[in-house]
């Protein structure tokens, strides 16, 4: 059902409640106002009634029920009415006549349907816990509305004596039912987690509606007072006029009319309590109006306190398990993180031993990768470049010799030459001069090369002491790496490269360009092009030093890198 | 070019064999300079320098038992006169320092054209290739090339 006709069914339950109470005011107790008044009630719990049946069709399980039984109460209690209106109307018998009679049949049949239709509303999860709870807040629930209907209702009409036992079983009965009807309701507001508000409220205001209406009903009966035409008599007219629209709610959305897995609000789990406070007050009022309770307000009230301390006693002792859970379960929890603390810390001295047995690997090769550079830069220095430079001059004794031989001598010599140069540059990559020169001096000619090329560099060397072969060998690959980066990727940057250390506390050495810089990749890999970089931290790594690249764009790029003084339980590469 | 009546006397001390023989025949096809000996090793020059009297050694620089710094020393000890001609395949300032600090007069790289080292030897005969820069006595740790 969509909204709008909703609304429209609203205003229409509103208007005829506006003309009844409107004709009830303009023309109390006479004919025409008694008929409106009497269809209405016939119309009202038949439609009611209808909507309810139709909700059921559609709804399932217990929805189903739940709103069957509803129906069926309404039913009841408007066919009651039908029989009222025709005695009242057609019949023109007095009301006071008409009680007891068969309409009361129907009124009363109404109650239990509804009492348990309301019960099968679903609601959220039910545990015997909870069951109990909600039997506990139903039974405090009734003793409070019992203490308060007797104050108002039952105590009069139980006291009224000019009926016979049958008329007064009947009065009784209304109260009583209302009663049972207003604490159910209150219980379905404090227990049930439909998922819907709307027909919640409207179905719990209308049967308060009929509460209301039974009770006053009841009482204007017993002190003969009830005329047919009353102002209590919309109670049901509107009562049921809501259920309907409950129905018609429901029935909108009757898929979900079921669970709604949402937090109970506070208000309505306290019901119970708040229907005690109200008694609570009524008794103090009464105390002070009537001087003393009466035998039954005592007992209901002993009652009310018998049920609160079972509840609390039982809140109590739940609380108590949880809490042994709670317990229990840090408990269980503490033992989890000590056994995975346990096993953490033996996967990272594993990992350190790992990381160690890696080191140690990467020492050995890079030791080795320089023991093999060395002897190839021998077999180059001794044996190839000799035989070139012999070759060579043979080559001057052609020239000079013959002029026909001559040019080609000089070719041959130049070719000589671009391979001894070549041979040359070989050399120096193989095996940098840190044994016979020093790091600082190594540096520097590797800085003029890089000068002559176009790329600005200068050397602070702030060294104590110089590093020993393999430390400075590490330190100068490093930094050549890194210029050979920054003129590849910061051409015509100026480059810093400073040299500390050699006081017992390691050597670092820092290259720095102001280039362009580059976004270094989170996860610490090269960029594209900078392929030395791993190669960087791994040289410097294998000594049990440090490399790092620290770069954005436009902020330049600085290589650092820290080398322990003494290298622990290094091959170191032996002086050649 | 000038012929002179006595000709020089040159003796070379190279490890490479290939070096030695290649420079002989450049020394002996030159009518002002006579090769008098070749040596392979320092000791080997040494003597040969004590016993032969060369005008001019032409000293590898890159060789075992001390290299080319200790044979400048002790050949300057033992014949003052001799000039000694630095004779390297690399073409470096600390080596060119380390060397005629030692005692050499000049210094030659390898690489460079054959006639660079035959102007060194001719030397004052020829002063424009003169080696002539002032020698500071530096202590650069220095092993061999």
Redesign the interface.
């Known amino acids: 059902m969509r909204k709008r006709t909703f609304m429209w069914l609203v205003a229409g339950v509103m208007t005829l409640a506006a003309i009844n109470l409107a004709v009830m005011v303009a023309a109390p107790g006479q004919r025409p106002a008694v008929v409106l008044d009497d269809f209405s009630e016939c119309l009202t719990p038949l439609a009611a009634a209808a909507a309810c049946l139709l909700t059921a069709a559609r709804g399932r399980g217990r929805t189903r029920q739940a709103w069957g039984l509803i129906g069926i109460s309404a039913a009841c209690w408007g066919l009651g009415q039908v029989a009222w209106t025709y005695q009242e109307v057609v019949l023109n018998l007095h009301p006071a006549d008409l009680f007891p009679s068969y309409p009361d049949l129907g009124y009363l049949t109404a109650v239990p349907f509804a009492f348990v239709g309301l019960l099968r509303l679903p609601g959220g999860t039910i545990t015997s816990g909870a069951r109990l709870r909600s039997l506990l807040d139903g039974l405090l629930i009734a003793a409070a509305l019992l203490f308060i209907s007797w104050d108002l209702v039952l105590g009069p009409v139980y006291g009224a004596s000019s009926t016979d036992l049958f008329s007064k079983a009947v009065g009784l009965a209304y109260p009583m039912s209302d009663i049972a009807m207003v604490t159910i309701v209150l219980l379905t507001i404090s227990r049930l987690r439909i998922g819907q508000r709307l027909p919640l409220a409207l179905l719990a205001g209308g049967m308060l509606l009929n509460a209301v209406g039974d009770s006053s009903f009841a009482y204007l009966t017993t002190v003969q007072n009830y005329g047919s035409i009353n102002p209590t008599d919309l109670g049901w007219t509107l009562g049921y006029a809501l259920i309907g629209l409950a129905a018609i709610r429901a029935s909108a959305s009757a898929a979900d009319t079921g669970v709604a897995a949402q937090r109970l609000p506070r208000w309505r789990s306290l019901l119970p309590y708040w229907t005690v406070a109200v008694a609570g007050i009524f008794a103090v009022m009464t105390e002070i109006e009537m001087g003393s309770l009466s035998r039954v307000l005592v007992w209901d009230l002993l009652f009310a306190i018998t049920v609160v301390l079972i509840r609390q006693f039982l809140f109590l002792r739940e609380t108590h398990v949880l809490n042994g859970q709670i317990a229990s379960k840090n408990d269980e929890l503490d033992q989890k993180v000590r056994e995975r603390t346990h096993a953490l810390t033996e996967s990272l001295e594993e990992l350190h031993q790992t990381g160690e047995e890696r080191r140690q690997l990467l020492l050995r090769l890079v030791t080795l990768q320089e023991e093999e550079r060395r002897r190839i830069a021998h077999i180059i ?2 044996d190839m ?3 070139m ?6 080559m ?2 052609l020239a ?1 010799g013959n002029g026909a031989n001559a040019e080609t001598a000089a070719t041959i010599e130049s070719a000589i ?1 671009r391979a ?2 070549r041979m ?1 540059g070989l050399m120096t990559d193989l095996r940098p ?1 840190i ?4 790091l600082k ?1 190594t540096l520097e ?1 590797s800085i003029a090369e890089f000068n002559e090329v176009g790329l600005v560099v200068t050397l602070e060397n702030h060294l104590k002491s110089d590093p020993s072969v393999i430390v400075g060998t590490t330190l100068y690959r490093i930094v050549r790496e890194a210029l050979t980066n920054a003129y590849k990727h910061a051409p015509g940057a100026t480059v810093t490269v400073t040299l500390h250390g050699g006081g017992g506390d390691g050597f670092t050495a820092r290259v720095s360009d102001d280039g362009p810089g580059f976004t270094p990749q989170a996860n610490g890999r090269s960029p594209q092009g900078h392929v030395g970089l791993s190669a960087m931290r791994e040289r410097a790594e294998a000594l049990g030093g440090w490399a790092r690249l620290d770069s954005a764009m436009g902020q330049g790029t600085t290589v650092e890198v820290w080398l322990p003084h003494q290298v622990a339980a290094a091959a170191e590469v032996p ?1 050649a | 070019m000038t012929v002179y009546a006595e000709p020089l006397g040159v003796v070379i001390i190279d ?2 064999e ?2 030695r ?3 002989g ?2 020394i002996d ?1 030159q009518s002002d300079l006579k090769l008098l000996g070749a040596a392979s090793g320092v000791t080997e020059g040494v003597g040969m320098v004590r016993r032969l009297y060369p005008d001019v050694v032409v000293l590898d620089v ?1 060789m075992p038992d001390g290299g080319g710094q200790r044979a400048a020393h002790e050949m300057t000890a033992a014949a003052p006169e001799v000039r000694i001609i630095a004779f390297s ?2 073409d ?1 300032a ?1 080596i060119r320092k380390v060397m005629t600090a030692a005692g050499a007069e000049a210094y030659v790289s ?2 460079g ?3 660079e080292l035959l102007a060194a030897i001719r030397g004052p005969r020829n002063p424009g290739m003169l080696e002539g820069s002032p020698v500071a006595k530096s202590g ?6």
């Open positions: 220095h001794d470049l000799q035989s430079i012999g070759a060579k001059m043979r001057f004794l000079d030459d001894i140069v040359r001069q044994l016979d020169l020093g001096a000619q002086a | 490890d490479s290939e070096v023989a290649a420079l025949l450049v096809a890159n395949a690399f470096k600390l390898k690489s054209h054959i006639s650069v740790p220095w092993s061999d090339d």
